[in-house]
């Protein structure tokens, strides 16, 4: 009876953490991937004419990044967006988009 109620406990947190997650799933990406160029708030512009990604529409960025991984989309920087979007899957993309449009 105990066993039961601590293996019911150990499913329970871990739905608590992983409901947790996929809400700072995106900001942590954010972090890891665009930060250091973009800015914390997206309010940094890296490229020269290029404006800044905070305040942007989700469905453009979207586009954009999509642009950037099948080569559709680009300044004369593009090279740099190029690596980046590479080590991102379509999921990972979504949300940043979505995050960095909410920043
Ligand atoms: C190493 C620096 C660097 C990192 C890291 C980086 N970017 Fe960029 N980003 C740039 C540069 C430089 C440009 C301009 C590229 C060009 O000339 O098209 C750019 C352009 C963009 C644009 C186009 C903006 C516009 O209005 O034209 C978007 C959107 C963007 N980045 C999103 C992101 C996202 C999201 C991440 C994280 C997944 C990210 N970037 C990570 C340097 C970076």
Excluded: W
């Amino acid at each position: 009876m105990r066993k039961i109620l601590i293996a019911g406990t150990a499913v329970l947190s871990l739905c608590a953490v992983g409901a947790v997650f996929a809400g700072e799933d995106a900001a942590e990406l954010f972090k890891t991937h665009c930060q250091s160029c973009h800015g914390a708030d997206g309010g940094r512009a890296p490229g020269s004419g290029i404006a800044p990604i905070r305040g942007q529409n989700s469905a453009d960025l979207l586009n954009m990044l999509e642009g950037y991984r099948d080569g559709t989309f680009g300044g004369q920087r593009k090279q740099v967006m190029v690596g980046v979007v590479k080590r991102l899957s379509d999921e990972q993309m979504k949300s940043l988009a979505e995050y960095a449009a909410a920043l």
